[in-house]
């Protein structure tokens, strides 16, 4: 994404398959780094599924406080469903963005929501999954700021190497 910088914070995730969904995520929309806190993922990361080793790639870092690893210069985006968010269609994605996300079974701790630039939900019937949710708020994010690749390259780079059907 043209020289912008993104974050993503997880809070206390659940499970050791939310994280590897957001990481292929992080890694399909070019996000920069990962952080979560808690200690569930530590005691699962070995069942990680991880399925395209973007962790390779993007820094998955574990830290006690995500407010202490907010990057320079990020605005802080909450994304989560509570009452007073912004929805995410009406939203405009700053350039640097650290996006916090909340684990499945609660939510955004006060504190870092109160440090929020912004705080934004996914208008949705019901709650999303972790990974789905960081898949849809980065699309968004790549949809409105613009994706610096396009077109049938893109394609055959990023496509699954069982896949060679083309549109006649």
């Given at each position: 994404?043209?020289?912008?910088?993104?974050?993503?914070?997880?809070?206390?995730?659940?499970?050791?398959?939310?994280?590897?969904?957001?990481?292929?995520?992080?890694?399909?929309?070019?996000?920069?780094?990962?952080?979560?806190?808690?200690?569930?993922?530590?005691?699962?990361?070995?069942?990680?599924?991880?399925?395209?080793?973007?962790?390779?790639?993007?820094?998955?870092?574990?830290?006690d406080d995500l407010l202490e690893c907010i990057p320079t210069d990020a605005d802080v985006v909450c994304v989560e469903l509570v009452e007073g968010a912004i929805s995410l269609p009406q939203f405009n994605h700053p350039a640097n963005a650290f996006y916090v996300f909340g684990p499945e079974d609660g939510t955004i701790p006060q504190e870092i929501v109160d440090r929020a630039h912004s705080v934004v939900y996914v208008p949705t019937i019901g709650c999303m999954n972790l990974a789905a949710t960081v898949n849809v708020l980065l699309y968004d994010r790549c949809a409105k700021l613009g994706f610096s690749a396009d077109g049938d390259e893109l394609i055959r780079q990023s496509r699954d190497t069982n896949n060679r059907v083309k549109v006649r």
């Open positions: 994404m043209n020289n912008r910088y993104v974050a993503i914070g997880l809070v206390n995730p659940k499970s050791p398959t939310n994280i590897g969904g957001v990481m292929r995520a992080a890694g399909c929309y070019k996000a920069d780094a990962v952080f979560y806190s808690g200690e569930r993922a530590n005691r699962a990361m070995r069942f990680q599924t991880d399925t395209k080793d973007v962790v390779q790639r993007i820094a998955l870092t574990a830290v």
